[in-house]
């Protein structure tokens, strides 16, 4: 009598982080250690909970864990991308992300608080959007329909459901070069970024569907635009939030969404820093490669968001499902997971001393590979040399 054979075997390969990834379910549930230490001690400071875990604990435990190096065997891909178990993980976080980002709205709303812990609030509450975000990100990649709808909803929650038009159409078309306003340029500090990017994706993913639309013969206006379609969920579950728990609660939720939002941004700066692909005789860029994005194979920080951290192989085959995304030798690689570095990226100064030795040092001094922002090309080539390198290669 024949045996069924096991997903999590798969031939004889057994995957090591198939429970793992049970982690991003819990890590955005860190929002309720906030409130519940204060629900028990009365100390507004202890709100900065969730904070701190994401921000400091998280990147410790990166540190203390190391590298992960690990690839699954290719033969065995196939069956590990049709293991629904995977699925499962992602469609469970669909109501946990809700059900977190509701709880805290309502709960910073509705207790008298100090000006501090509000802004604890909105940075937890706003932390759970953007695992919203990255869901929706890892959600909207794939072909079937349940998913691209969950990937609407989980967007939907703070009002960023242009996102996979803009980021599947958009980013993935242009990335490493400069016409992407999701690639930040070497000597680009995240607040100038911020004002490039956010505008940016919104004008280009509008014009993608207005583009697509009227190829379709229908206005950019109808229900068929997948922008106005999770818009109008976000604006009525702003509305019926604002109904139940006053006015108040509008601009906390506004804030938060920024929050999520500048979260989106914050790893779309530290992904693609400074990388440049190359112009072909023919006028068009050459294929995205796995050098082309900032790789991190932090083992913690990988679970909590399906290996976006990945990012090498991700923009090199967008389609391969988190599980079976692969760490690659020689490509730019980070110091430290996402959570480590955005606070980093936070801090310009540190930002640049931290990562601007490593871009030359990924592009072998190459400023021919490197996306400037230009008003500082000629400085940062003098302050790295790239300039002798250039003229030497030259000679």
């Not at 909105?122 to 349940?146: A, C, P, Q, W």
Request: proline letters at 7%.
């Amino acid at each position: 009598m024949e045996t069924m054979q096991l997903p999590s075997t798969l031939g004889g390969y057994r995957d090591r982080k198939r429970y793992a990834w049970l982690m991003s379910l819990v890590v955005p549930c860190l929002i309720c250690t906030g409130p519940l230490l204060y629900t028990m001690t009365g100390q507004a400071l202890l709100l900065w909970t969730p904070v701190f875990l994401n921000y400091l604990v998280i990147p410790f435990i990166d540190i203390l864990l190391g590298d992960d190096l690990s690839n699954p065997p290719e033969d065995v891909v196939p069956a590990l991308e049709a293991d629904r178990y995977y699925r499962y993980v992602t469609y469970a976080l669909v109501p946990l992300l809700w059900g977190g980002f509701i709880f805290g709205v309502w709960f910073f709303t509705t207790h008298p608080l100090p000006w501090h812990a509000m802004v604890a609030g909105v940075m937890t509450t706003g932390g759970v959007g953007g695992f919203g975000i990255n869901l929706g990100h890892e959600l909207g990649h794939k072909r079937g329909r349940l998913e691209r709808n969950l990937a609407k909803a989980v967007l939907a929650m703070t009002g960023y459901g242009h996102f996979t038009i803009e980021h599947n159409r958009g980013h993935h078309r242009d990335v490493a070069t400069p016409a992407d306003p999701a690639s930040s340029r070497m000597g680009e500090n995240i607040y100038r970024f911020l004002l490039r990017e956010m505008p940016g994706g919104f004008k280009r993913a509008w014009q993608l569907e207005k583009q697509r639309l009227a190829q379709e013969g229908k206005s950019v206006w109808s229900l068929q635009n997948e922008i106005l379609q999770p818009l109008l969920l976000t604006v009525i579950f702003f509305g019926a939030m604002t109904a139940w728990l006053g006015w108040t609660a509008l601009p906390f939720m506004l804030l938060a969404a920024f929050w999520s939002n500048f979260q989106l941004t914050s790893a779309n700066y530290i992904e693609h820093y400074g990388l440049l692909r190359q112009k072909l005789p023919s006028g068009r860029y050459e294929p995205c490669q796995p050098r082309h994005s900032w790789n991190s194979n932090q083992l913690f920080s990988n679970w909590a968001v399906f290996h976006l951290q990945r990012h090498s192989d991700h923009h090199a085959h967008p389609l391969r499902r988190y599980q079976s995304l692969r760490h690659f030798e020689d490509v730019p690689q980070l110091p430290n997971g996402y959570f480590g570095m955005f606070p980093i990226s936070y801090i310009p100064p540190l930002w640049f001393r931290m990562m601007d030795r490593r871009l030359v040092e990924a592009v072998k001094g190459d400023p021919e590979r490197i996306n400037f922002d230009p008003a500082k090309r000629e400085r940062l080539m003098r302050r790295y040399g790239m300039q002798v390198r250039a003229a030497e290669a030259a000679g």
